[in-house]
């Protein structure tokens, strides 16, 4: 999914669109590896207050595309996820962005996305051909909605 997210920032840039990747899956990031952007202050860091700056990478030859990796690994993800911090921050950035893209743990890992959902507004389920299965899948759904957000859509992985 991960994966997933980078494709679809990079073709939402290619389209001319000013995007910004979040990488809000700090269980397991991705996002400094699939970029190769070296591990150092994100996400996690400006949520527990140790960055006062935004942490965000353009991404070459993408100049409308930028990272804001993870950050340090934190022992509380979802604690840091639930603070209004990163609800005011999404609100801050709208401004600055066209697309706003949000990768999230997995959902057999943690509820964190259902705090991410809660602020994204609306999800892209990815789901895995062969591996998920249709009612866990409507569980999930409805986990989603009742955070507020819509499920805009789902994608079959292989």
Avoid: W
Wanted: glycine share 6%.
């Amino acid at each position: 999914a991960s994966y997933l997210a980078a494709n679809l920032a990079v073709l939402f840039a290619q389209m001319g669109r000013k995007v910004l990747l979040i990488d809000a899956n700090m269980r397991q990031p991705r996002q400094q590896d699939i970029f190769n952007l070296g591990s150092g202050m994100g996400l996690s860091d400006i949520l527990a207050e140790r960055a006062s700056t935004l942490q965000v990478h353009t991404i070459k030859p993408f100049q409308t595309l930028s990272v804001l990796p993870a950050g340090s690994p934190p022992p509380n993800p979802a604690e840091l996820l639930a603070r209004p911090a990163f609800g005011a921050l999404l609100s801050s950035l709208e401004t600055s962005y066209d697309i706003i893209l949000l990768d999230t743990a997995p959902s057999q890992l943690s509820s964190d996305f259902q705090l991410v959902a809660a602020r994204a507004g609306g999800m892209l389920l990815a789901t895995r051909r062969n591996v998920s299965r249709l009612a866990p899948l409507a569980e999930l759904k409805e986990k989603i909605t009742f955070t507020g957000a819509q499920v805009v859509g789902a994608v079959v992985l292989d």
